[in-house]
């Protein structure tokens, strides 16, 4: 059997999620308050100083993981019951933040730091799928997918299937009518759920 069956794929860390909690999309309520995780979260070297990490005495919230845990919560009596055959990352695990500590994604870094990073990355991946065997890797948005297209592809003989569903950004006026509707839509046009 396989150590998971669904591998939900982010693109990196947001500011008030996985950087204060350390969990992919971790909305500090759902991380705390569904996922049962509340522990001490050292800060980085160098902190950014206007975004400093406060770990889960941070107030902000982050609507993306809100909305993706959010729907979890809804749908699976418990984590175990959604890790049964689910699994969470990030293809970037790490956060990069402007001087003006705007977020950085990925897809937005300077083209010489970018190509270096999307090697690692699309290593850890590859890593991943190869130790989780997923039957499918799902882009949570567009860029998520397209990574998950480009490191499948790069794998002898995988067979494993690639689906996207709506990233849950506020950013998006798409996410902001139903998100929880559309991504579940999306989850079952895939034979997810």
């Not at 049962?36 to 406060?54: F, L, M, T, Y």
């Not at 993981?65 to 979890?72: D, K």
């Not at 709506?166 to 999306?186: E, Y």
């Amino acid at each position: 059997r396989n150590s998971c069956e669904v591998l939900l794929l982010g693109m990196n860390p947001g500011p008030w999620g996985m950087a204060q909690t350390g969990v992919p999309f971790g909305e500090i309520a759902a991380v705390r308050d569904w996922l049962n995780i509340c522990e001490p979260v050292k800060k980085p070297n160098p902190e950014h100083p206007k975004r400093p990490i406060e770990g889960f005495d941070c107030t902000r919230s982050e609507v993306s993981g809100r909305r993706l845990w959010g729907l979890f919560r809804e749908r699976f009596e418990s984590p175990e019951a959604f890790f049964q055959r689910h699994f969470v990352c990030n293809y970037c695990p790490l956060v990069f933040m402007h001087q003006t500590a705007r977020n950085i994604t990925p897809d937005k870094l300077p083209s010489e730091f970018r190509s270096e990073l999307q090697g690692h990355c699309d290593n850890h991946l590859k890593k991943l799928v190869e130790l989780l065997e997923p039957d499918i890797v799902v882009g949570v948005g567009a860029f998520a997918e397209s990574c998950a297209s480009r490191v499948l592809g790069q794998i002898e003989g995988c067979t494993v299937g690639i689906g996207r569903v709506l990233h849950p950004s506020p950013a998006s006026p798409a996410a902001n009518r139903d998100w929880a509707g559309t991504a579940t839509k999306q989850l079952k046009a895939l034979g997810v759920w």
